[in-house]
């Protein structure tokens, strides 16, 4: 069986409407204040947890 009427856009859309992304969750990182995500290294300071902080090195130009 083939659909009787073209389904339009907007109800394709509305249909479809919480298919959409979900923001991404940022928390704080407790030693420098830099957002980061969680369970993850700081980007800026490494600090991941109190017993482990990874060494992050400088990148030379």
Do not use: F, W
Not at 7 to 16: L, M, N, P, V, W
Not at 31 to 36: D, E, P, T, V
Not at 37 to 50: D, F, K, R
């Amino acid at each position: 069986m083939l659909p009787v009427k073209k389904t339009s856009k907007a109800r394709t859309r509305t249909r479809r409407s919480h298919h959409r992304l979900g923001a991404t969750n940022y928390s704080v990182c407790k030693k420098c204040g830099q957002a980061k995500l969680p369970h993850a290294a700081c980007q800026s300071c490494g600090y991941l947890n109190p017993k482990i902080t990874l060494d992050l090195g400088k990148e030379s130009e």
